[in-house]
């Protein structure tokens, strides 16, 4: 299974790992690591910290929607077009459920490297670090995007099945 996420990474990293976000997101830890006087991964990791916790928390209401949805598909909205919006709209949080749980996931030994000790691999951690918190920060955003205009998208099919006749 890592094998398969390490390999999703390699595609997914780079869409939200942009030059600049790193500049941005290696100034805000360089920047909490001078307000709070850590070790720069120590930032880094009270960054990741704060970030599991959101996840931790949309996930929540990701579950919560996906076990709703599913109910209203299989007993309530049976039939015609808002049927299949909540297929869709399942599937979309299924797959948003994915994304959040590769927000979550632990840092091992492969990420480190065998050489943590040297200098030069105390800074490659550092940058892998950087990296490591930006791409959490900026998937983590997305999907809540992608969360609220699902949920949004919830509503607006329930008054359409509601408000139309036939459904």
């Given at each position: ?11 997914i ?5 942009k030059?600049?976000f790193l ?6 830890l360089?920047l909490?690591l001078?307000s ?8 880094g990791?009270?960054a990741?910290?704060a ?5 931790s928390s ?22 015609g ?7 869709i709209?399942?599937?979309?949080y299924?797959?948003?459920?994915i994304?959040?749980l590769?927000?979550i ?16 691999a105390?800074?490659?951690?550092d940058n892998?670090?950087?990296i490591e ?7 983590y ?18 008054i ?7 459904g």
């Amino acid at each position: 299974m890592i094998k398969a996420i390490q390999y999703l990474d390699r595609f997914i990293i780079p869409l939200f790992t942009k030059q600049e976000f790193l500049d941005e997101e290696h100034k805000y830890l360089e920047l909490e690591l001078s307000s709070k006087e850590k070790a720069f991964g120590a930032s880094g990791f009270y960054a990741l910290d704060a970030i599991d916790q959101k996840v931790s928390s949309l996930l929540t209401h990701v579950s919560i929607m996906i076990a709703a949805l599913s109910l209203f598909a299989v007993t309530v909205i049976t039939k015609g077009i808002t049927h299949y919006l909540l297929i869709i709209e399942n599937i979309c949080y299924i797959s948003i459920t994915i994304g959040l749980l590769r927000c979550i996931i632990i840092i091992g030994p492969e990420f480190i490297g065998p050489e943590y000790g040297s200098y030069k691999a105390k800074d490659d951690f550092d940058n892998k670090l950087t990296i490591e918190v930006c791409f959490r920060r900026r998937l983590y955003q997305f999907l809540l995007d992608v969360t609220i205009t699902i949920t949004f998208l919830f509503v607006i099919t329930l008054i359409i099945h509601y408000a139309l006749p036939s459904g």
